[in-house]
């Protein structure tokens, strides 16, 4: 909702915020009276009052009052001040002439002596004081310190602030806060110490936590890998702890299988000494199995040990929405090119990484950012966005149109090609245009969401005739360039330095002209261009002397420069690293045991850097490869959540042998960078949270409930 509402004098405004007067509660002195200005753009109509007995809530008898289109109040009387700001209020941007409709409800509070401006950031002071002793000036100078801004702006109007930096430090704080207060309203229970625990913990996140670790694994559904895990909800059935049902996987019409569908071409990858043909894989009993039973799997009396590599598995954005369902997951088998096998697990309990995951924190509700490949949810963990492609129509991928009908349950559905078979027992379905862009809605604007290469090398394209460094732009699967703000670009306007560390990555780069590409891209070394996000980015044109620079700051090789800096003490306070593709547990070219056993070593080497106590580190997948998996998963956008997938955070301070039930998804490793280095909030993290919670869903978590600082020392 918007339109445009009216801004009182300025003049009006600044003798509101010049008169307030300071005072215990409101009757210390009956002729006083207090003003101010309720900010964050401006609240209107929010019920604000004299909070005589400081317990965070407009109780009757206390003087109250609402607020005017540019938030501002008088009240008789001086004291605390307490705001109430429900679903019959208003945020109005004066920068804009937005008016926008509260949905979530909030309290700000603010300090007696010190509520000319009340916002979240005064709430956030006045929390703090409230386990400090009351000392304002303490609170003051510790907010505005992790903030990076000068102890005097903190109370000041943050609309009228002058400098772009301090301004959007604040807006994004602001914003921030508001959330958490929003999530702490929602709670019910004691809201001020709901609050008060939050902000704790997020000073204490940056007290305590000096470098963030995300290491990146691939297509692992959490059933598959974790579904045994005691105290998660695991497998139904299965688990005892498991909170939730296996439907029946069903037809592509809406009828129950009697039987999983073959793994079509066999469910062992080809070249191995273990061998499961699709002709064993006939008929078996429609509900998850183990793949690693010692007894062999599904009766066959073949063993498929972790040491095997499966057939991979269709995982597309399209497919993935078609197997939820809606939220029903009972469509994994029907919509595979994998058949049956998308209904597998293993036993997790013989990892390395289990065993970790026993010692600190597992997290077993949490979802992948984007619904569908690697890709797509490369490029969602670093911007919370899906990369957009200008001009699809006109274009070398113009032929690269997904073509979906949206059903009468809202979910889109690709188009049955031609041959598809009426029943996923007679073959894998078959579809008219599944590829690489999405479907045309009529809006002009198409956007990535199945794999397309690097603009730059190293790309899975050959190079372009006008320059080695590019990738050929006349094939439909390169990607333009993009541009759009991700979080390396948040991380460096704030002066945090970071890197994205890739196995394989010299190697690939050495490879840039294509001259020994079958080398890089198989057999023991293999490079996965798509798995890159930042190489899709103008700031890192391998042409320009800025890009190789940042490049050379920024895009770094596993072997030769991650051990040694985490040896060092040396890792930049955001590390990202991905494992080359033998390495990283994705079906088809790598097996479980392997990626378990690296992972676990890095995470062993790591705990050996001198960077360790002050250290998280989050181990997650890009997405569930195809796996089922029977959690509900929460709507929200467009893009996301799709299908839940394994976490484990690994740090002194992480909880230990704890299941953190806790929502989040991809993007909560961005929201706890945010939080930590108190960054500007990407916009695609807003979108997510206010869809949730249209849809009437929980906002997304930032991991810090993993976490405990209550033991520091």
Known sequence: MSRAFRLLPLTALVAASMSACGGSDSNSNASAST??????????????????????????????????????????????????????????????????AITRPLVFRAPAGANAIVSAISTELATLMDTNGGDINAAKTALAARLGVTVDKLLEDHNKETDATTKAA?????????????????????????????????????????????IYAENRGFDNMYGLFPGANGIPGVNPTSTGTAVAQKDFDGSV??????????????????????????????????????AGVNGTGVVVPQSVTTRDLVHRFYNNQMQINGGKNDKFAAYSDAGGLSMGYYDGSKMSMWNIAKQYTLADNFFMGAFGGSFLNHQYLICACAPVYPNAKSSPAANSISKVTVNADGIPVLDAGTGAPTSALSGAPVYAKDSTLTADDGSGVFYAVNTMQPPYQPSGNAVASSNPAYADPSKATTMPTQSTTNIGDLLTAKGVNWAWYAGAWNSALADAPNTTRSVIYSGTVQFQPHHQPFNYYSRFDPATTNGATERAAHLKDYDAAFLQDAAAGKLPPVTFYKPQGNLNQHPGYANVADGDAHIAKVIAQLQNSPQWKNMVIVVTYDENGGFYDHATVPKADRWGPGTRIPAIIVSPFAKKGFVDHTQYDTASVLRLITHRFALPTLAGLKQRDDALVTNGNKPMGDLTNALDFSQVQ
């Open 257 to 294: 299988l009697p039987t999983l569908p073959p793994t079509w071409g066999g469910l062992t990858a080809a070249g191995q000494s273990v061998t499961v043909t699709q002709a064993q894989t006939t008929g078996w009993a429609n509900k998850p199995y183990q793949i690693d039973n010692p």
């Open 170 to 214: 604040l807006q994004a704080e602001i914003d921030q806060a508001i959330d958490l207060i929003a999530d702490a309203v929602s709670s019910g229970g004691d809201v001020g110490k709901a609050v008060r625990d939050s902000v704790s913990k997020r000073m204490a996140l940056v007290d305590n936590v000096k470098t963030i670790v995300v």
């Open 35 to 100: 003003s101010g200005v309720v900010t964050g753009s401006y609240f209107e109509h929010a019920k604000v009052c004299i909070d005589s007995n400081n317990n965070g809530k407009c109780d009757s008898g206390e003087a109250s009052t609402y607020t005017d289109a540019n938030g501002a109040y008088t009240l008789p009387g001086s004291g605390a001040i307490t705001v109430e700001i429900g679903t019959d209020a208003f945020r109005n941007d004066p920068a804009t002439g937005a008016h926008t």
